[in-house]
């Protein structure tokens, strides 16, 4: 079973950064994309950015530019660094791993993270 747990969240003023990390556990089969979504009270959970097997990354146009996505061991853990932060980044922040099922398989299963909050505040 793939276990994730992030870290890093906390209280932060505007214009400020944070790092936020997601360590991976367990055993996976050969990943192809791993990122990071955010859910603010009362509304959907959003892709924020993903990186994926061959390397190239994705953002969400309202981080584009201030995040960064990355990884290192292996896959073992995931990163994402926030700069120029604003209100409008308060949420709960959950890192996935999008994982095959196998070695010659295009299957593949998404495993979560529980989340860790992220809050913006003056």
């Known amino acids: 079973q793939v276990r994730l747990v992030e870290s890093g969240g906390g209280l932060v003023q505007p214009g400020g950064s944070l790092r936020l990390s997601c360590a991976a556990s367990?055993?996976?089969?050969?990943?192809?994309?791993m990122g990071w979504y955010r859910q603010a009270p009362g509304k959907l959970r959003k892709e924020v950015a993903e990186i994926t097997d061959d390397g190239f990354t994705n953002y969400a146009d309202s981080v584009k530019g201030r995040f960064s996505i990355s990884r290192m061991n292996s896959n073992k853990m995931l990163s994402l660094q926030m700069n120029n932060l604003s209100y409008e980044d308060t949420a709960v922040y959950y890192c996935?791993?999008?994982?095959?099922?196998?070695?010659?398989?295009?299957?593949?299963?998404?495993?979560w993270g529980q989340g860790t909050q992220v809050t913006v505040s003056s």
């Open positions: 367990g055993t996976m089969f050969p990943v192809k994309a």
């Open positions: 996935f791993v999008d994982v095959y099922r196998g070695e010659d398989t295009w299957d593949s299963d998404v495993y």
